[in-house]
């Protein structure tokens, strides 16, 4: 102590720190005047922060509640994957990640880790503990990742995502795919630990918290998890952990040392507290009212949009090799079909799209996409559920034969694992396929959904649903007129549909072109279909007649899509007893969709006896009139050679198909135009520039104006005259930079000051011969110019922005440059009412302890 002084300057300190005032009544008084020295106070302050952060703020107890809140942000996220996986098991990998991601985060911010080994650091962890979070079965003893482990975690960070939205869900029956809820939560959480941590603004660790929300949302199906719940948890106790923590940052910043000081901040935190609970119950009660009627719709998923890569067209449609079973393949043992429900049909292919040669399978659109199908495939379709056994004898191929709906698919044999990697369903099509190839010795087994089959007369009364079905392209020219033939006078769709199936049963003939059966030319091409109508005899087994009612029915409006595939001759096997499949056993059918039935199976199968006469005239369907192709008319007498009428057959014969060089005009004009546009209106405004100068109302204006066009010219030449210049110095410097028309140019400049402002008016005559000399210079001026530059030169706009305006670069790197200032200002704006109003309650709370005291001495 110092005699007199009061306390020294250690002594006050240490009283400070113990919460006493000491001699002059508060931290960092002078001890004379009571005065309080904001030097003292800053010093006070700054020991004060300068203790705190000798500790990192991950080694405290806030640090503890920072840790527990985003570890409770990121367990609300991954219940998000819970749809699209189908059972729990993506908890492990998912909450695991979010643990391993906050304990990098935790490392690195209580030992100061830099950016670089932080993220060295997280790869480490991710491959190290990838295999006993994410990928147990391929790891050592379910903990140590093997060389098999790594390369999965190596290839599902790149591609697992990918397959993620790409596979059918339920996802559990694809372990592989675990990768990427570990991965998602595992940087999310070492960057929301980062910046809760270390960060300033440590509120911006909910910003990968809700990136990581709207990703699982995206990955998932379209059937959410628990949506509302989801968003109030992570609104809620984000934003009051964020409040929290802003205002920890603004109290910290300004923290006196005192008890009182102490007691009035823990008051305004639990102030702060309590409005913001407050407040965010009231706004999650009223996003719980208002949430239910606001949504509408379907929830947008990726898995919705994106097409798998899977290459149809790398797969030749089974359809071509119709023949080959009934004919080759007659006998043969293909493969063998063990619990096929009375009635089952196995199908091989759905196909929807005809291209003029082959009918064949379509992905994306209304006709479904193939996604990857595992052991349990999601699907709402009603009907018994009934295992079905396949083993595979004789068959081989791309095209795996199915029964029903899918609702889900086991391997079995040696290529299990292979087989089921490489398998894809469409659920809209019933279609699945294994990219590898199925061969004599697989096995599967599938949970088949079959529905009861409705009767004709139940559909009779039930509206076929209107589905957009890839329009046929190159059909036959017969398909039209025979579709309104045998559709009669049918005007319901459905009743249109059953007329022209039931002409093409009672009037064709079927024959697959064996020995005992009438010739009969394989393939459904148009070629091969325009024979079949327009023969009196239609003379083809399935494969044209499907594809012929599948063609003609789109004609009258009805949706339709051909079938392959195989089922039994009636009362030939027993329901659930082995059915063997054998070549003969191929069949192909129409499907039509039906609202409450889905697609419903139709067969047009001609019976084998019927007779090759074509039927007496009074059992044909009629020709409507106005569809029967008009009689050629009668031919003129034969022209003799060399005469006129060759010449215009000739004409005729080569004539030009203006339609369709109108079409490609127009798709090469409009591109054109659209990019010439812009070009257009600069000459364009250039034009009427000039105009509006030579016409002005004042002769002396026009004379102004003529000088104005040569300044523009040589300005959008590269002579730079600024706005301000006279024209004698305009004059100067075009004859500095455009040497060509140097005397021309200064006489000009002189000429137009002397009209300007010379005692007299000037005359029409006056005027039209300055022009005419400005026309002289501003062609000199280009002249000795190459092309190019004097085109650049016409589309320029220098001498609209002025030659002394910034470059445009300049313009938008500036305008760049002001945003971020300029949403600093309107930040700092919006903050100052709430810190002006913190500074007043400090200087008023610093007043009313002062006050006593100073009485007091």
């Given at each position: 102590?110092?005699?007199?002084?009061?306390?020294?300057?250690?002594?006050?300190?240490?009283?400070?720190?113990?919460?006493?005032?000491?001699?002059?009544g508060h931290?960092?008084?002078?001890?004379?005047?009571?005065?309080?020295?904001?030097?003292?106070?800053?010093?006070?302050?700054?020991?004060?922060?300068g203790?705190?952060?000798?500790?990192?703020?991950?080694?405290?107890?806030?640090?503890?509640?920072?840790?527990?809140?985003?570890?409770?942000?990121?367990?609300?996220?991954?219940?998000?994957?819970?749809?699209?996986?189908?059972?729990?098991?993506?908890?492990?990998?998912?909450?695991?990640?979010?643990?391993?991601?906050l304990?990098?985060?935790?490392?690195g911010?209580?030992l100061?880790?830099?950016?670089?080994?932080?993220?060295?650091?997280?790869?480490?962890?991710?491959?190290?503990?990838?295999?006993?979070?994410?990928?147990?079965?391929?790891?050592?003893?379910?903990?140590?990742?093997?060389?098999a482990?790594?390369q999965?975690?190596?290839?599902?960070?790149?591609h697992?995502?990918?397959?993620?939205?790409?596979?059918?869900?339920?996802?559990?029956s694809?372990?592989?795919?675990?990768?990427?809820p570990?991965?998602?939560?595992?940087?999310?959480?070492?960057?929301?630990?980062?910046?809760?941590?270390?960060?300033?603004?440590?509120?911006?660790?909910?910003?990968?918290?809700?990136?990581?929300?709207?990703?699982?949302?995206?990955?998932?199906?379209?059937?959410?998890?628990?949506?509302?719940?989801?968003?109030?948890?992570?609104?809620?106790?984000g934003?009051?952990?964020?409040?929290?923590r802003?205002?920890?940052?603004?109290?910290?910043?300004?923290?006196?040392?005192?008890?009182?000081?102490?007691?009035?901040?823990?008051?305004?935190?639990?102030q702060?507290?309590?409005?913001?609970?407050v407040?965010?119950?009231?706004?999650?009660?009223?996003?719980?009212?208002?949430?239910?009627?606001?949504?509408?719709?379907?929830r947008?998923?990726?898995?919705?949009?994106?097409?798998?890569?899977?290459?149809?067209?790398?797969?030749?449609?089974?359809?071509?090799?119709?023949?080959?079973?009934?004919?080759?393949?007659?006998?043969?043992?293909?493969?063998?079909?063990?619990?096929?429900?009375?009635?089952?049909?196995?199908?091989?292919?759905t196909?929807?799209?005809?291209?003029?040669?082959?009918?064949?399978?379509?992905?994306?659109?209304?006709?479904?996409?193939?996604n990857?199908?595992?052991?349990?495939v999601d699907?709402?379709?009603a009907?018994?559920?009934?295992?079905?056994?396949?083993?595979?004898?004789?068959?081989?191929?791309?095209w795996?034969?199915?029964?029903?709906?899918?609702?889900?698919?086991?391997?079995?044999?040696?290529?299990?694992?292979?087989?089921?990697?490489?398998?894809?369903?469409?659920?809209?099509?019933?279609t699945?396929?294994?990219?590898?190839?199925?061969?004599?010795?697989?096995?599967y087994?599938?949970?088949?959904?079959?529905?009861?089959?409705?009767?004709?007369?139940d559909?009779?009364t039930?509206?076929?649903?209107?589905?957009?079905l890839?329009?046929?392209?190159?059909?036959?020219?017969?398909?039209p007129?025979?579709?309104?033939?045998?559709?009669?006078?049918?005007?319901?769709?459905?009743?249109?549909?059953?007329?022209i199936?039931?002409?093409?049963?009672?009037?064709?003939?079927?024959?697959?072109?064996l020995?005992?059966?009438?010739?009969?030319?394989?393939?459904?091409?148009?070629?091969?279909?325009?024979?079949?109508?327009?023969?009196?005899?239609?003379v083809?087994?399935?494969?044209?007649?499907?594809?012929?009612?599948?063609?003609?029915?789109?004609?009258?409006?009805?949706?339709?899509?051909?079938?392959?595939?195989?089922?039994?001759?009636?009362?030939?096997?027993?329901?659930?007893?082995?059915?063997?499949?054998?070549?003969?056993?191929v069949?192909?059918?129409?499907?039509?969709?039906?609202?409450?039935?889905?697609w419903?199976?139709?067969?047009?199968?001609?019976?084998?006896?019927?007779?090759?006469?074509?039927?007496?005239?009074?059992?044909?369907?009629?020709?409507?009139?106005?569809?029967?192709?008009?009689?050629?008319?009668?031919?003129?007498?034969?022209?003799?050679?060399?005469?006129?009428?060759?010449?215009?057959?000739?004409?005729?014969?080569?004539a030009?198909?203006?339609?369709?060089?109108?079409?490609?005009?127009?798709?090469?004009?409009?591109?054109?135009?659209?990019?010439?546009?812009?070009?257009?209106?600069?000459?364009?405004f250039?034009?009427?520039?000039?105009?509006?100068?030579?016409?002005?109302?004042?002769?002396?204006?026009r004379?102004?104006?003529?000088?104005?066009?040569?300044?523009?010219?040589?300005?959008?030449?590269?002579?730079?005259?600024?706005?301000a210049?006279?024209?004698?110095?305009?004059?100067?410097?075009?004859?500095?930079?455009?040497?060509?028309?140097?005397?021309?140019?200064?006489?000009?400049a002189?000429?137009?000051?002397?009209?300007?402002?010379?005692?007299g008016?000037?005359?029409d005559?006056?005027?039209?011969?300055?022009?005419?000399?400005?026309?002289?210079?501003?062609?000199?001026?280009?002249?000795?110019?190459?092309?190019?530059?004097?085109?650049?030169?016409?589309?320029?706009?220098?001498?609209?922005?002025?030659?002394?305006?910034?470059?445009?670069?300049?313009?938008?790197?500036r305008?760049?440059?002001?945003?971020?200032a300029?949403?600093?200002?309107?930040?700092?704006a919006?903050?100052?009412?709430?810190?002006?109003?913190?500074?007043?309650?400090?200087?008023?709370?610093?007043?009313?302890?002062?006050?006593?005291?100073?009485?007091?001495?």
């Amino acid at each position: 102590m110092t005699e007199g002084n009061g306390p020294a300057p250690d002594d006050r300190t240490s009283h400070a720190e113990a919460g006493h005032t000491g001699g002059t009544g508060h931290t960092g008084s002078t001890g004379r005047t009571g005065g309080t020295s904001r030097t003292s106070v800053r010093a006070g302050t700054t020991r004060a922060r300068g203790r705190d952060g000798d500790r990192p703020r991950a080694l405290t107890v806030a640090g503890a509640v920072d840790g527990a809140v985003l570890l409770a942000l990121l367990g609300v996220v991954a219940v998000g994957f819970g749809p699209a996986w189908g059972t729990t098991g993506y908890l492990v990998p998912a909450l695991g990640g979010a643990v391993v991601g906050l304990l990098v985060a935790w490392l690195g911010a209580w030992l100061r880790w830099s950016v670089l080994l932080t993220a060295a650091t997280t790869v480490l962890a991710y491959f190290l503990l990838g295999g006993a979070l994410a990928l147990p079965v391929t790891a050592i003893g379910g903990v140590v990742p093997s060389l098999a482990t790594l390369q999965e975690l190596a290839l599902g960070a790149v591609h697992g995502w990918k397959g993620f939205v790409t596979t059918v869900p339920p996802l559990a029956s694809f372990p592989e795919l675990a990768v990427v809820p570990y991965l998602l939560l595992l940087l999310t959480g070492v960057l929301a630990g980062t910046i809760a941590w270390r960060g300033r603004l440590a509120a911006w660790a909910l910003l990968p918290v809700v990136v990581a929300l709207a990703s699982v949302a995206l990955l998932g199906t379209i059937l959410p998890a628990y949506p509302l719940a989801q968003g109030l948890v992570v609104a809620v106790v984000g934003l009051l952990w964020g409040s929290w923590r802003a205002a920890e940052s603004r109290m910290g910043a300004n923290r006196l040392l005192s008890e009182a000081s102490r007691s009035a901040t823990r008051r305004l935190r639990a102030q702060r507290l309590r409005g913001g609970a407050v407040l965010l119950a009231i706004g999650g009660l009223a996003a719980v009212v208002a949430a239910p009627p606001m949504a509408h719709g379907e929830r947008l998923a990726l898995r919705e949009l994106i097409t798998p890569p899977l290459d149809l067209h790398q797969y030749t449609s089974p359809l071509v090799g119709f023949r080959h079973y009934t004919k080759d393949l007659k006998d043969a043992e293909l493969f063998t079909v063990t619990g096929l429900p009375e009635g089952g049909r196995v199908r091989l292919a759905t196909l929807d799209t005809y291209a003029g040669t082959v009918y064949d399978a379509s992905s994306g659109g209304a006709t479904g996409v193939f996604n990857r199908a595992g052991e349990v495939v999601d699907t709402v379709a009603a009907g018994t559920r009934t295992p079905v056994q396949v083993s595979v004898t004789g068959y081989s191929g791309v095209w795996l034969p199915d029964v029903g709906e899918l609702g889900g698919i086991t391997f079995g044999g040696e290529r299990a694992d292979e087989l089921a990697s490489t398998t894809y369903y469409n659920a809209t099509s019933g279609t699945a396929l294994s990219t590898s190839g199925l061969r004599p010795g697989d096995s599967y087994e599938i949970d088949a959904i079959v529905s009861p089959t409705p009767s004709e007369d139940d559909l009779a009364t039930v509206p076929i649903q209107d589905v957009d079905l890839p329009r046929p392209e190159d059909v036959a020219d017969e398909v039209p007129g025979k579709s309104a033939q045998f559709a009669a006078d049918a005007t319901e769709p459905f009743e249109k549909f059953v007329n022209i199936r039931d002409t093409l049963v009672a009037t064709g003939v079927y024959s697959s072109g064996l020995e005992n059966q009438p010739p009969s030319r394989p393939g459904h091409s148009a070629a091969r279909i325009d024979t079949l109508l327009a023969q009196d005899e239609m003379v083809g087994d399935d494969e044209q007649f499907a594809v012929a009612l599948a063609l003609m029915a789109q004609q009258a409006g009805v949706p339709a899509r051909v079938v392959m595939g195989f089922y039994p001759e009636k009362d030939a096997v027993e329901a659930g007893e082995p059915y063997t499949v054998t070549g003969g056993d191929v069949h192909a059918w129409v499907e039509v969709p039906f609202e409450g039935y889905g697609w419903v199976p139709f067969d047009v199968v001609p019976d084998e006896d019927n007779k090759v006469e074509p039927l007496p005239r009074s059992k044909q369907v009629p020709k409507p009139p106005v569809l029967e192709t008009p009689e050629s008319p009668e031919e003129p007498p034969q022209a003799e050679a060399g005469d006129v009428e060759e010449e215009d057959q000739d004409d005729d014969q080569t004539a030009i198909d203006w339609r369709q060089v109108a079409m490609i005009a127009v798709a090469v004009a409009v591109p054109l135009a659209i990019l010439a546009l812009p070009l257009l209106l600069i000459l364009g405004f250039k034009r009427r520039r000039r105009g509006k100068r030579r016409s002005a109302p004042v002769l002396a204006d026009r004379v102004s104006g003529g000088w104005r066009e040569v300044v523009d010219a040589a300005t959008d030449l590269g002579a730079g005259v600024p706005r301000a210049a006279t024209r004698r110095e305009g004059a100067r410097i075009v004859a500095d930079q455009v040497p060509s028309a140097a005397t021309s140019t200064v006489q000009l400049a002189h000429r137009a000051d002397a009209t300007v402002f010379g005692a007299g008016a000037p005359t029409d005559d006056d005027v039209a011969r300055f022009w005419s000399e400005v026309d002289d210079v501003v062609g000199t001026m280009r002249a000795g110019l190459p092309w190019r530059r004097r085109l650049a030169a016409r589309l320029s706009l220098r001498s609209v922005r002025g030659a002394d305006a910034p470059p445009v670069g300049e313009v938008v790197r500036r305008w760049f440059a002001a945003v971020p200032a300029a949403a600093g200002r309107l930040g700092r704006a919006a903050v100052r009412p709430l810190h002006d109003r913190m500074a007043r309650a400090r200087r008023r709370k610093d007043g009313t302890r002062r006050g006593p005291r100073q009485e007091d001495r």
